[in-house]
């Protein structure tokens, strides 16, 4: 059992160019939900699932989508990348409900020059 | 924009000390989680406490909620070097995802 599982853990890009991040679990959990975290602002809420099929922006949706084929998989995709999406990315996701703890990826680390 | 603020954004203690973070909310809710996080990696759920409950325990962890005040408070007792990590609180309200503060950085110096 792996959790949520975070590919790449780091990753550079220029400006411009595109990439996705993939987030995946094993828990059979139908909420997923990704995070940016900025040194002194916490975490913030980018977009988020509540089912296959299901998306939603949060708080700071502008320059990423989403997409939910499935439930394991939740990939985030940076169209055309700008310094200002220079972050940590975490993953999160949880079971069957409306509340309840988070289980986090471990991050992944994008730099675009 | 965050619900829970984090109250002090840094914390330096000795090791065997009681560590006390606090965190302020603005609006009604459902629950409020402390998660932590330590450096480089991922956040880990420490507790929940939903919104009729007052005080949680959970080892060297007691969580109080005021809901009058729309405040918490997470009390580590006894404090080692391996509690050093930053802590967030996240509060869920209604239908709405859940939105985390800013954290407080524990330092439990050795």
């Known amino acids: 059992n792996a959790g949520v599982t975070q590919t790449p853990k780091f990753q550079v890009l220029k400006t411009g160019q595109s990439m996705t991040l993939q987030c995946a679990q094993d828990?059979?959990?139908?909420?997923m939900s990704w995070y940016r975290q900025d040194p002194g602002m916490g975490l913030r809420l980018i977009h988020y699932s509540v089912g296959a099929g299901i998306t939603d922006q949060g708080e700071v949706p502008n320059g990423y989508n989403v997409s939910r084929s499935t439930t394991e998989d939740f990939p985030l995709r940076l169209l055309s990348a700008a310094p200002s999406q220079t972050s940590v990315y975490f993953c999160a996701s949880r079971g069957t409900g409306r509340t309840g703890e988070l289980f986090f990826g471990e991050g992944s680390r994008l730099t675009v020059l | 924009s965050q619900q829970g603020e984090e109250d002090p954004q840094a914390l330096s203690i000795q090791e065997g000390e009681n560590a006390t973070m606090n965190c302020s909310y603005k609006?009604?809710?459902?629950?409020l989680q402390w998660y932590r996080q330590n450096s480089g990696r991922g956040l880990v759920h420490l507790i929940l406490?939903?919104?009729?409950?007052r005080e949680k325990h959970s080892g060297r962890l007691r969580v109080t909620l005021d809901t009058s005040k729309k405040s918490s408070s997470l009390l580590i007792t006894a404090s080692r070097a391996a509690d050093t990590a930053s802590y967030f609180c996240a509060t869920e309200a209604g239908n709405t995802p859940l939105v985390f503060g800013k954290g407080t950085r524990l330092s439990v110096i050795a």
């Open positions: 609006t009604s809710i459902n629950n």
């Open positions: 406490i939903r919104s009729n409950e």
């Open positions: 828990m059979n959990h139908e909420y």
